[in-house]
């Protein structure tokens, strides 16, 4: 059984830095394309950043140069590295987990095969 817990998620001001953890149990996160998911309310699920078997990643606009997605594979971790944060950043964060690699889908939540619980992410001005 595949499990998703994500960490580190909290309530910082505009400018401040937060990293997530996703830890995965029952996968092996080395060898297929996990991502970062967030979602506002009364929005869409949006993708943040993916990463494949090989580290090739990708980031949705608004994120790039600020936050940089990572794995250990030893600690079988995902990790979402967050810098200078904004107001529009608040959002529940998900970590995601797909059954395929290569091109990870940032634009299609719906792809991914298993999802964690959510991890909050509040940033005031």
């Known amino acids: 059984q595949v499990h998703l817990v994500e960490s580190g998620g909290g309530s910082v001001q505009a400018g401040g830095s937060l990293r997530l953890s996703c830890a995965a149990s029952?996968?092996?996160?080395?060898?297929?394309?996990m991502g970062w998911f967030r979602q506002a309310p009364g929005e869409e699920r949006e993708g943040v950043a993916t990463?494949?078997?090989?580290?090739?990643?990708s980031y949705a606009d608004s994120v790039k140069g600020r936050f940089t997605i990572s794995r250990d594979n030893a600690k079988n971790t995902l990790y979402l590295q967050m810098n200078s944060l904004k107001p529009e950043d608040t959002a529940m964060y998900y970590c995601?987990?797909?059954?395929?690699?290569?091109?990870?889908?940032?634009?299609?939540?719906?792809?991914?095969?298993?999802w964690g619980q959510g991890t909050q992410v509040t940033v005031s001005s």
């Open positions: 990463i494949n078997s090989v580290r090739i990643t």
């Open positions: 995601a987990a797909g059954l395929w690699d290569g091109y990870c889908y940032l634009s299609n939540p719906y792809k991914y095969n298993y």
């Open positions: 029952g996968y092996t996160a080395s060898r297929y394309c």
